[in-house]
DNA sequence: ACATAGTCTAAGACTCAGTCTCAATACAAG
DNA sequence: CTTGTATTGAGACTGAGTCTTAGACTATGT
């Protein structure tokens, strides 16, 4: 969990960003963020409606949409479940997901920096074969979580 | 694509193991494989829809249902897109995909078997470290297919 | 061949995640 | 304060995916 200061330097990148395409960083959108930032995890529609009860679902889909768009949020699709979201990669640290398919649980993880560098190279190898020019990647492990287990 | 060889052994596979559950082998569950091995990635309901015009969306549904219950078809959660169904690893290569952010694209590829170490060794690491009992892995690359760069 | 018990299917009603519209409200800048 | 623009809540709407049911099919026993 980011300190204060982290946290404050992640708002106002939030905030210039949302300037860059004309919008306010409200305090619909800030109470977004800050689940995000606070729950550490992806987070789906539901737990965003648990969470923040007064903030009607239609807005919670048009903020998401709209930090989606300035590429503050992005969406992650686990395994048979409902969409959900996390701060972009530039808020976070590059991180992989470990998903449980029993409970549906996501925890993130981080790589050590030489297998981090690994699966790079292995993905610039899987790119030249194509002709794809990669923007970013996803590992996604699925099993079962140490409760499930 | 598999020769009709392959493609025979896969069918009796396939039948085997819905009969260990107590489920036919029947023309339209044969239908639904035939497409996914002819297709060769993964397929959401709109293509199996133009490509089988015949079958009512719900019986769709209700195959890919049975077959995912007997493990013989996995989902692929595309990026913003629609869910797509794919024939499980059993019965096809290991492979990766490579996501078109653009046109939704999906392309499947497969790692040269070097490769494949690496990234299993990298998810061996990341998953002993949460206690997390892993059963298999996407590692899914986001960007411009050929065609959009 | 016939019966029967169980599986499979088409058709369509239904649920609910996600989108869209619009009138009312808040904000920024002069 | 006023005006133009962004934002919001409320709720209608869309469509992917699910569920139900009555009838068709298939395997097996007699």
Known sequence: MPDQGMAEDMHSLVEHRLRRIDQRY?????????????????????????????????????????????????????NDEFTRFELAEDLTEHHHHLLCVNCGKVIDVTLPSGAEQQVT??????????????????LDVLGLCSACA
């Not at 409200?26 to 729950?39: E, F, Q």
């Not at 409606?49 to 048009?62: F, Q, V």
């Open 26 to 78: 409200t305090s619909g959108r800030r109470a977004i963020v800050d689940l995000l930032v606070t729950a550490g995890h992806p987070v789906s529609i539901g737990d965003i409606a648990e969470r923040l009860p007064d903030l009607p679902r239609s807005s919670a889909y048009r903020h998401l949409t709209d930090l989606h768009a300035a590429g503050l949020v992005r969406r992650v699709a686990a």
């Open 121 to 138: 190279s292995v993905i610039s190898q899987l790119a030249d074969t194509a002709g794809f020019q990669p923007h970013s990647h996803r």
